[in-house]
């Protein structure tokens, strides 16, 4: 299988919403006191295994800086959770090459008893967060016929469960139609 070049990968990630994770990742940098905040941008990439063989050595020596990863995806009523085929070696290849990174999770919800807690735990345990890494994320694009208070519900107890186990607060990724229709708009 020939490597995608870095160009193929950043559009690829942007075509599969690469665009709410940069949005979420520039940093507000004050030059001095008193002067306006210059914005400055911190190139990123988002990845999962559709991105094939990937030249992290290549992408290091790009002003990329961080890769953002798909480690696991939920279990549905026919599929079990499952990593991401791709993910370790991401992870090694990118580390190893001087990338910031970051895992996140395509959440697949459902009704089961601790469901989301599970699902969270199983996130945690594949994707090894690390002091100096990217937050970790939880992708949620479908409701698998939960409401907004369940999905609510769902969203919280995944939320609490990785913040109790990695000491940090994970970040959301869904598109903005999907948080106002499905989540309630909710903070």
Not at 33 to 53: E, F, L, Y
Not at 57 to 64: I, K, Y
Not at 129 to 146: F, M, R, Y
């Amino acid at each position: 299988m020939v490597r995608p070049s870095v160009r193929t990968i950043r559009r690829r990630a942007l075509a599969v919403g690469t665009l709410t994770l940069a949005t979420l990742a520039p940093t507000a940098i004050a030059v001095r006191a008193g002067a306006a905040p210059a914005v400055t941008r911190v190139p990123g990439i988002d990845v999962s295994k559709w991105q094939g063989d990937v030249d992290w050595a290549e992408v290091a020596t790009t002003t990329t800086r961080y890769v953002v990863m798909r480690a696991t995806i939920g279990n549905t009523a026919t599929v079990p959770r499952s990593i991401d085929s791709r993910y370790l070696g991401y992870l090694a290849e990118a580390t190893a090459n001087g990338l910031v990174v970051g895992a996140y999770r395509r959440a697949n919800v459902g009704r089961a008893t601790n469901d989301a807690v599970n699902e969270a735990d199983h996130f945690v345990d594949t994707a090894q967060v690390a002091a100096g890494d990217i937050l970790p994320v939880l992708d949620i694009e479908q409701t698998h016929g939960l409401n907004v208070e369940e999905m609510q519900d769902w969203v919280r107890a995944w939320v609490q469960r990785v913040r109790a186990r990695t000491g940090v607060l994970p970040m959301m990724y869904s598109s903005p139609y999907f948080w106002r229709t499905n989540m309630g708009d909710a903070t």
